[in-house]
T-cell receptor, first 114, second 113 residues
Framework: AQSVAQPEDQVNVAEGNPLTVKCTYS??????LFWYVQYPNRGLQFLLK??????LVKGSYGFEAEFNKSQTSFHLKKPSALVSDSALYFC????????????FGSGTRLSIRP | NAGVTQTPKFQVLKTGQSMTLQCAQD?????MSWYRQDPGMGLRLIHY???????DQGEVPNGYNVSRSTTEDFPLRLLSAAPSQTSVYFC????????????FGSGTQLSVL
């Protein structure tokens, strides 16, 4: 069965500093990997995805994620955090063989202090 | 440019009542799915569908039924509501043509008393 682990419930970063939100996954075969963001009182928005190819994926709002097959990780990163990045972030995975079944992690709340 | 439309936005039920959460998409996406969001639990997959007439169970299917008679619609039925089903429910659609990127509805906040 596929699963996603986001080990940190909350990440606190000062504005201007780099940020990392961690994600590890378990899936049979090759994965599709995603990051979504949820701002307060708003729906979920797509940030980026890894399908195949380059291990470093660039997405919306300056975010990027690095796929590491040996560590089964897909950490979300940004070189310089903004206060407006404060939100709830979700990592998600599906196996390529069953791409319609997308499983999410428990979420990490990112808080950027001015 | 509606995307994924969920109705109602808010609903209060009494224990034992039944209801249907509606979901419709106008993007001709093959895949549709239902998630529930609970604090500390993230998004959990309830049921999903790869096309009209085909549905399958997700992580937490008990207490919920679905059907997919058309490509556009994917209603979620609560047969006998329980307080444990108090949650925010999201419908989503996707397609191989979008590399499975999920498009979400705005959610239904359900309270079961």
């Amino acid at each position: 069965a596929q699963s996603v682990a986001q080990p940190e419930d909350q990440v606190n970063v000062a504005e201007g500093n780099p940020l990392t939100v961690k994600c590890t996954y378990s899936v049979s075969g090759n994965p599709y990997l995603f990051w979504y963001v949820q701002y307060p009182n708003r729906g979920l928005q797509f940030l980026l995805k890894y399908i195949t190819g380059d291990n470093l994926v660039k997405g919306s709002y300056g975010f990027e994620a690095e796929f590491n097959k040996s560590q089964t990780s897909f950490h979300l990163k940004k070189p310089s955090a903004l206060v407006s990045d404060s939100a709830l972030y979700f990592c998600a995975v599906s196996p390529i063989s069953s791409a319609s079944k997308i499983i999410f992690g428990s979420g990490t709340r990112l808080s950027i202090r001015p | 440019n509606a995307g994924v439309t969920q109705t109602p936005k808010f609903q209060v039920l009494k224990t034992g009542q039944s209801m249907t959460l509606q979901c419709a998409q106008d993007m001709n996406h093959e895949y549709m799915s239902w998630y529930r969001q609970d604090p500390g639990m993230g998004l959990r997959l309830i049921h999903y569908s790869v096309g009209a007439g085909i549905t399958d169970q997700g992580e937490v299917p008990n207490g919920y039924n679905v059907s997919r008679s058309t490509t556009e619609d994917f209603p979620l039925r609560l047969l006998s509501a329980a307080p444990s089903q108090t949650s925010v429910y999201f419908c989503a659609s996707s397609s191989p043509s979008t590399n499975e990127k999920l498009f979400f509805g705005s959610g239904t906040q359900l309270s079961v008393l």
